[in-house]
């Protein structure tokens, strides 16, 4: 792997780990687009891998800090006893929303991701991807306006349904932020606090993965070129979350109707693009 190839996978993973576009999908078929001879089954990309989620990572934090120093707090009782059981809350639905990924990936992940990774089979994963967002806007607007509700009012059924949604994100192609946000929008959250959720969901789910993928690495040996490149590449992966991230939350904040349906068309034109360039 090359430097630029690095950087342009950092960057294309920073910012649709958070955009529902499925970064996984973009790492699989944008080699095989551009035809770069890499092996992602290579025992040193897996330290780049980690990199990457654990630049994600501190961007999210880097944004959420406050969200999570409000909830720590909150606990801790200093704020009030209306403001701890909301606190209580918060931490309690972000749990039960993470248990079905850790249930469920823990059996099935590899089995699905290796099964379903080849990139024609993620190309058209990427195109159900924009289906399923395009169907989730159409569900809503034939619903009509709803009630909104912030995080604290979610039920236990909300997260854990919303749960179940960030599963298909194991079928490579299915975005984990579209597909939680599709869940959030289905509950009757609006488009800013499913978002919101779905970032908070993020931060125990990539920190999961980072911690797995550094405790896989613990026989390898890295050279110290891999590990210049994969620093490097952690760095702009970072910047780019935190950008994406800000980005995505102001945008979602000012746009309530159709919101997702940008992500949409882009999935599938990407893939179907990513068809055609592969077959050709």
């Known amino acids: 792997m090359t430097l630029i190839q690095a950087l342009i996978l950092a960057i294309v993973q920073g910012v649709t780990e958070l955009f529902p576009v499925s970064s996984l999908g973009h790492a699989v078929l944008l080699p095989a687009v551009l035809r770069w001879p890499l092996d992602e089954h290579d025992p040193f990309f897996l330290p ?12 999210l934090f880097g944004v959420f800090w406050q969200d999570w120093v409000a909830i720590a707090t909150g606990i801790s009782g200093i704020h009030g006893r209306a403001r701890q059981e909301q606190s209580f809350r918060i931490a309690f639905l972000i749990v039960v929303a993470t248990i079905p990924a850790v249930v469920i990936g823990g059996l099935f992940e590899h089995k699905l991701r290796t099964v379903f990774s080849s990139p024609l089979m993620v190309a058209g994963f990427l195109i159900l991807n924009g289906l399923l967002l395009l169907i989730t806007e159409w569900l809503r607007a034939y619903k009509g306006r709803q009630p909104q509700r912030p995080i604290a009012d979610m039920s236990m059924r909300d997260a854990l349904i919303i749960g179940f949604w960030q599963c298909l994100a194991f079928f490579p192609g299915i975005s984990r932020s579209g597909a939680t946000m599709n869940g959030g929008l289905l509950r009757g959250l609006n488009h800013e606090t499913a978002a919101k959720f779905s970032l908070l969901m993020a931060q125990p789910v990539v920190l999961a993965a980072t911690v797995k993928e550094a405790f896989e690495l613990r026989h390898v040996t890295v ?13 702009v992966a970072g910047f780019a979350a935190l950008f994406s991230t800000i980005v995505l939350l102001r945008y979602f904040r000012d746009h309530e109707r159709w919101a997702l349906s940008p992500f949409a068309f882009y999935c599938v034109g990407a893939g179907i693009f990513a068809i055609i360039a592969i077959v050709i």
């Open 48 to 59: 780049f891998l980690t990199m990457l989620h654990f630049g994600t990572l501190i961007a």
């Open 223 to 235: 050279s110290h070129d891999m590990m210049t490149t994969s620093i490097i590449a952690a760095i």
